[in-house]
């Protein structure tokens, strides 16, 4: 060879090693038209062509230097050929062939991969040891095996294998992914942290950071954690749902802000679009919240949850009929969609088909019985049917999804179970008017038990600590530890084998404060000879979605002179002629007396109306098309209160055929 020919050979080389492989390669090119048996040459061409990714032609070159030269670094560059050829049998062998030659820890590394891309795991995990012996700190190595001892359920020898790596961040993030994995969120939180501390500029680490954090309750770190993603990368979409997602618990505006940043950037994104037609849901916004997703499923007409949150939307606004073709659509892409299914038995239970609300719920319940408001509801259509041994089972498994189930872990009543000479502690896992419905079980739990503890909300602990003298009424939020048993209140029925044959005290069993209410008595507003009727027009709107009745209906009443109307509205909601009472009422012994000082109450469905029904108030209920489940399908009075009548709309939505009733049943109160 003439010093011409290794003048380019360095050249070629030299420019090899910069990287810049097509200069190279044309050299490399001429080269080998002058020497074909160059060794040298072969080997450095094929290790190029393997490089860019000419991996037959690799094979090509290789497979002649090796011919010519038998050595461990020519074998194992031809063994790479084969390897990233896809021929990893052939591979394997070479790599074998390569070790008889010399032991290095990059042949055993590459022989670990072949092994492993053949599916022999046990010879990968020899190769690898055998490379990480010669070369303890070969980080790539421990990563491969780290992963397959992981696949293996090898957890503690793949732990250990990346913990010898503290201060590199791959390592550091593999561990917190394999803690989280197997819900170690705590120490998945520690290795994240360590690669934040490495490496603070990686957007994805504090992103990952904030689902840990929320995965064990720490909202305001995940938060914190989120917002240092989107000072990374702006645009970070994930991150900005998340954020809304935690905070749409308690700031539904924030949620709104974040959402709506993410929708701007991502328009089309599924779920970014469902999440902020959800947050216009909960914001009682339901026709922005449709129209979002009306236009959605314009171009995405396989989102099952776009019509199912359509439905949901129809439900609030009591357009049932639109609401059960929306969650046919859904099911239409997932037939056997459980809450689909769900969805669809409610539409048909307030369109009237009861039966075919059973059918649907009773599949349910028997396909998943872990669904639980697919039991509760199916438990309130037994129960509105007064069927007691089967619904109530069914309905007080709503404790489950109360902070009842939070709370309490041991010495939780079960069926069967006997509370006689027990210290029973009753926990209200409940709404306020449930609570006060349901204590009126409370003075036959305690004829048979030791001592009853009551544990419910803080604004009837007074009324119910002066009604039942001997019960202990304490807060909600703090545990008990001195008792023999907890049950929800709600379970106490059941508990005690009391049906709804035998409902205990219809009416006098809650007691007002009498002072205060003689105190009222003599207030300027009460000093009337007219009749003196209280008003109720809606509730939490979040919960009292088909209960409320649109002002306009109720002022139909107000504007009868011959009465005296007082507002029980503790909400911004405004009635015409109405004295309000709003100011006088801090808590509900307030409630009580004021009740004492009024002839009769006209309410909707909502707290109010039990603690009237249980003073012993006349009261007259106004309730939708379909009840709830406690009014069974009475037409007129309620084995609960004596002094309750009902006015039901005959059609949902229907409210002035209630109100002409209601104005008629007043005129023949006042001619009596």
């Not at 819900?183 to 490495?198: D, F, N, T």
């Not at 892409?333 to 369109?351: E, V």
């Not at 019960?471 to 508990?495: E, F, G, N, R, T």
């Not at 009422?585 to 002839?599: E, G, M, R």
Request: a neutral charge; one cysteine or more.
């Amino acid at each position: 060879m003439n010093n011409k020919y290794y003048e380019l050979m360095n050249i070629a080389f030299k420019l090899h090693s910069q990287n810049k492989l097509d200069e190279a390669e044309k050299i490399y090119k001429q080269l080998i038209e002058i020497s074909s048996d160059d060794v040298n040459l072969l080997n450095l061409y094929g290790v190029l062509c393997l490089s860019k990714g000419k991996t037959k032609q690799a094979i090509e070159l290789l497979s002649k230097a090796v011919i010519l030269k038998e050595s461990a670094y020519i074998i194992s560059n031809l063994a790479k050929a084969y390897l990233y050829n896809g021929e990893s049998e052939n591979a394997v062998k070479l790599f074998n062939k390569a070790l008889e030659y010399e032991k290095n820890d990059d042949i055993y590394y590459s022989l670990g991969i072949a092994y492993k891309a053949i599916g022999n795991l046990d010879n990968a995990i020899l190769a690898y040891k055998s490379a990480l012996k010669i070369k303890p700190d070969k980080f790539n190595c421990a990563y491969n095996l780290f992963n397959i001892y992981k696949d293996f359920s090898r957890k503690d020898e793949a732990v250990e294998l990346l913990e010898k790596f503290p201060e590199n961040e791959e390592a550091q993030v593999a561990l917190s992914s394999l803690y989280q994995e197997e819900k170690e969120y705590k120490k998945a939180i520690e290795k994240l942290e360590k690669a934040v501390y490495i490496n603070k500029n990686e957007p994805s680490y504090y992103y990952n950071l904030g689902v840990l954090y929320s995965y064990i309750e720490c909202f305001d770190k995940a938060k914190n954690n989120y917002i240092m993603a989107l000072k990374l990368k702006s645009d970070y979409v994930q991150a900005l749902v998340n954020l809304c997602s935690i905070s749409k618990k308690d700031d539904k505006e924030e949620a709104l802000k974040y959402i709506l940043k993410a929708y701007e950037i991502s328009p089309s994104e599924e779920n970014v679009v469902l999440n902020l037609a959800e947050i216009y849901k909960k914001l009682r916004q339901n026709s922005k919240s449709i129209d979002i997703l009306t236009e959605f499923v314009k171009n995405n007409n396989h989102s099952s949850d776009a019509y199912s949150l359509l439905a949901q939307n129809y439900m609030d606004l009591g357009n049932y009929k639109t609401a059960l073709n929306f969650y046919l659509e859904a099911l239409k892409i997932k037939p056997f969609d459980l809450n689909y299914m769900h969805g669809k038995a409610m539409a048909l239970k307030y369109l009237g088909d009861t039966k075919s609300a059973y059918e649907i719920l009773e599949y349910i319940v028997k396909e998943d019985p872990n669904l639980i408001q697919s039991s509760i509801s199916l438990g309130m259509l037994y129960l509105a049917d007064k069927n007691f041994q089967k619904g109530m089972p069914l309905y007080i498994k709503r404790s489950i999804d109360t902070n009842f189930s939070k709370l309490y872990k041991k010495n939780i009543w079960q069926q069967g179970c006997s509370l006689k000479d027990k210290t029973v502690l009753l926990y209200s896992d409940c709404g306020l008017g449930d609570t006060i419905m349901f204590s009126r079980y409370i003075p036959f739990l305690q004829k048979i038990a030791k001592q009853v503890i009551l544990q419910t909300d803080r604004e009837i602990i007074d009324i119910l600590s002066q009604s039942f003298k001997d019960v202990d009424v304490i807060p909600k939020y703090k545990i008990k530890q001195d008792y023999d048993i907890v049950i929800p209140l709600m379970s106490l029925p059941l508990a005690l084998n009391i049906d709804f044959d035998n409902i205990p005290y219809s009416n006098g069993y809650l007691k007002d404060e009498r002072e205060k209410s003689e105190a009222y008595s003599k207030l300027e507003i009460f000093k009337t000879s007219n009749t003196k009727i209280g008003i109720v027009v809606e509730g939490n709107k979040n919960i009292l979605k088909n209960r409320a009745i649109p002002v306009k209906y109720i002022e139909q009443l107000t504007r009868n002179n011959n009465y005296k109307f007082y507002s029980f509205q503790m909400n911004e909601t405004k009635i015409k002629n109405t004295q309000p009472l709003k100011e006088y009422i801090k808590n509900y012994n307030d409630t009580a007396s004021l009740l004492k000082n009024i002839d009769i109450l006209v309410t909707i469905d909502s707290s109010i109306v039990h603690i009237a029904g249980a003073l012993g108030v006349k009261t007259f209920l106004m309730l939708p098309n379909v009840a709830e489940w406690r009014w069974f399908k009475d037409n007129n009075t309620t084995p609960w209160y004596d002094s309750v009548k009902i006015f039901r709309q005959t059609s949902n939505s229907d409210w002035q055929e209630v109100v002409n009733s209601i104005k008629e049943e007043l005129d023949n109160y006042v001619h009596k």
